[in-house]
């Protein structure tokens, strides 16, 4: 696809991100499948993708960004593609969630969210995350 004009805005092999590499131990519990930002492709906003495979032993830590994100998690049957295949504990500043249903998240900008902590995965969940800004970092 290299010789078309538009083939560099088709990202199908994972391009390591350098501004955020994988976290110590992440291969043991998740894949990650894609990434995309302005730097893979220029003028693009931030996009990931992964599929959680187990439950890992520590969580994502709490934090709160200068920009909006929408996280995401789908679950992986066909045959009930609302039942989320787990357990995932999200907080959205002091409010607890506990989902077990395929969902979209809207993190509006500054809103403290996590930790988040995969309690339980009993088939592969999807996990994405997106947000406007070009240069993901947490």
């Known amino acids: 696809m290299t010789d ?3 083939a560099k805005y088709i990202v199908s092999d ?3 991100n ?14 990650r499948l894609l990434w995309m930002n302005d730097k893979i492709v220029p003028g ?15 969580g994502l830590e709490a934090h709160v960004h200068d920009y909006p994100e929408v996280i995401i998690f789908l679950g992986s049957n066909p045959e009930d593609p609302y039942d989320l295949g ?6 959205m500043e002091d409010e607890q969630y506990i989902l ?6 809207w993190v509006p900008t500054g809103l403290r969210h996590c930790p988040m902590v995969v309690r339980r995965v009993d088939r592969p969940i999807m996990h994405l995350g997106s947000s406007v800004r070009k240069d993901f970092k947490m």
């Open 4 to 6: 078309r004009k538009n």
């Open 14 to 16: 994972l391009i390591p």
């Open 100 to 105: 077990t249903r395929s969902c979209f998240i």
């Open 44 to 58: 693009s906003y931030n996009f990931m993708a992964s599929w959680y495979l187990k439950a890992p032993t520590k």
């Open 86 to 91: 787990g357990e995932i504990e999200f907080w």
């Open 18 to 31: 350098p501004d955020r590499p994988e976290p110590p131990g992440y291969s043991e519990w998740a894949k």
